[in-house]
Each structure stands twice: as structure tokens, then as C-alpha cells.
């Protein structure tokens, strides 16, 4: 007989998809400090976990009593919303009741993934997150403060840059706390920056010259091949932005302050720390 989530004891594990990402890893780091089992899902985690092989699925959510869903590349991707619908599906059949999902704000299909996870009969949480501070200290955009240049294929709209340490604190209490199921948390920072804002703070942060151009689509997808990155990567992020930076986003929430109970972390607050840490020494 399957259990429900009150017959799983405490013991049993919360499944951490995307447990190296920068979301994962901060939710796993946030359970494991709090006493909590983890057991992270990932191509080298045991047992492994990969979107693209459904065949092991069925063992990484094992006995788990609660899951933190994080798709990759983006929800925005071909079959995005139906993988995960798929894993949330299982996750229910074998008792895995407590689903949070890392959701987009904006993206059309991160609200048809929202959807798809509300008809699963799951005990779930919507954490729909503006676009993350960390894409400039620990994704592609590292590289381009480095070098003292940001490019990318946006204009002047404002953008509510979002904590990725606040989106883990806000993880790790609907997976371990009751109040927080069936609820959507559209999650963004305290204040708008455009990207040439965004980007002088971190100049200022970092204490080396970082300056923000705008460039075309293509230039950017060019670039970004030429990097290194797939070109299908390019091509998703090329799609993404184009949709979700270009003013739709331009608004204030208070997602943040009705999860915790305390205002967001501020930009500035984020790229000093992210200095201290050595982000871009």
C-alpha cells in the first residue's frame, strides 16, 4: 500500500531536483542545515536523475516525502510543461505528495507547467520567480562582468531583480512547513533596475568597470555559440528573453514578504556579498 505523506516519517528523504543549480543547491543547503534528509536529483547524484531519462525517475522519488522542481534548461524549452507534469504525476502514484515548483514569471509555458502541476491532485506550492541576481555572479553573465562588458538582447525596461537565496529560504519552507500548499508566490526583489543599473551596481560592488550594452538577438546567439554554449541553449535564451525582458515584468510584488514575513533582499545587498564571496575576483 502507498503511503501518504503523514505515514512517511520524518526520516524519509526531500528530493532536491537541479541540486547543483542555483536554486537547488541553496534549498538542499537550506534542509541540510536544518536537520532535514535531502537526497538531490542529478545526473551524478544516487540514483542518478536526468529530465531526458524518464526510466529513473521512479527511483530517485522512492520513498522521498517532498520534492523542490527545477526544470532545465528553462520551462520555456520544447517539452518543458509535459516533463514536468510526467514527473508530478509519478511523484503522486508513489506518494509524493509535497511539490513545490520553481516557476517563471511572465513565461506562457511556466503557467501551462503551473497548470499541469495544479490537476495532479499534488500538495502543491507555485514559486513564480522574476529573473535571478545570481545570473550575473554564477551563470553566463560571470564571464561577461568579467571581461567588463555585459551584452544582451534587451532594451531599457526595468527588471525586478530576484535573490536566489530568498527563493531557497521560500523552498525550504513549503517543503518542511504546512500553510503553504496551494499557493503561488509570484517572488520578485524590493526595487526596478534596468540591466545598465543592474550592472553599474555591480561595478561599483565588484570595484573594476562593468559596462551594459544593448545588442541584437543574433549578435547575442553568435556570441553566446562562439562561447562555447549549444547552439539549442542559445536559441531557448535568445526566445526567453525576448518574451519575458521586455517590460512585461516591470512591476513590484509581495511575494517574498507574504512567504517569510520579510521584505526581499535588495540588490545592492546582493552583489556586495557576492564581491565578498570572490564572485568576480
Known sequence: MTQTPQDRPAAAPILVLGGAGKTGRRVAARLAEAGEPVRIGSRAGAPPFDWNAPSGWAAVLDGARAAYIAYAPDLAAPGGPEAVAAFAELAVRQGVRRLVLLSGRGEEEALRAERL???????????????????????????????????????????PFIDADDIAEIAA????????????????????????????????????????RSVSPAAFSEGMVAQG?????????????GKVLDGRNASLTDGVQRALGRPPTRFANYARRAAAAG???
Open 279 to 281: 564572485a568576480w575576483a
Open 117 to 159: 502541476l495544479r490537476e495532479t491532485g499534488a500538495a502543491w506550492t507555485v514559486l513564480r520567480s522574476s529573473w535571478f541576481a545570481q545570473n550575473f555572479s554564477e551563470s553566463f553573465l560571470r564571464d561577461a562582468v568579467m571581461a567588463g562588458e555585459v551584452l544582451l538582447p534587451v532594451d531599457g525596461a526595468p527588471e
Open 229 to 241: 554554449a549549444p547552439a539549442e541553449l542559445a536559441e531557448v535564451l535568445v526566445e526567453l528573453f
Open 173 to 212: 519552507a513549503a517543503l518542511t512547513r504546512d500553510g503553504h500548499e496551494g499557493r503561488t508566490y509570484d517572488i520578485t526583489g524590493p526595487e526596478l533596475l534596468t540591466f545598465a543599473e543592474a550592472t553599474a551596481v555591480i561595478a561599483e560592488a565588484a570595484g573594476r568597470p562593468v559596462r551594459f
